[in-house]
């Protein structure tokens, strides 16, 4: 192995080989709105995705129900079986993304 300078790090040969250590680059997240839809017939689907880029505009959220209608139309064409008409649709609460655990500590002996 070639002699290491100071303030670099070399793994197993990695830099050797042309390979820089670093960080990793993120990656791009696919950010969607939650939505909860009640149906005519009185069924309701929770938490149903829309990409939050169909979302943009002045249209508020009546780009959301085209979006799940489309949903719907695929549904129906791959297993046959119809949905009634929406009746109304909603925001779901977000789910939070990390959940914190509280750990109890043990007591001191004394």
Known sequence: MAACR???RM????AERGHEMGRKKPTARAEFVL???LYE???VTSNRKVPSTSLCGLGGDAPARDFIEAQDREILERSGRARAPIKSISRALR???TSFHVFS???PRR
């Open 95 to 97: 789910k939070p993304t």
């Open 6 to 8: 100071l303030g670099t």
């Open 11 to 14: 793994a197993s040969g990695f």
């Open 41 to 43: 017939d009185g069924t």
């Open 35 to 37: 939505f909860n839809v």
């Open 105 to 107: 500590l043990p007591r």
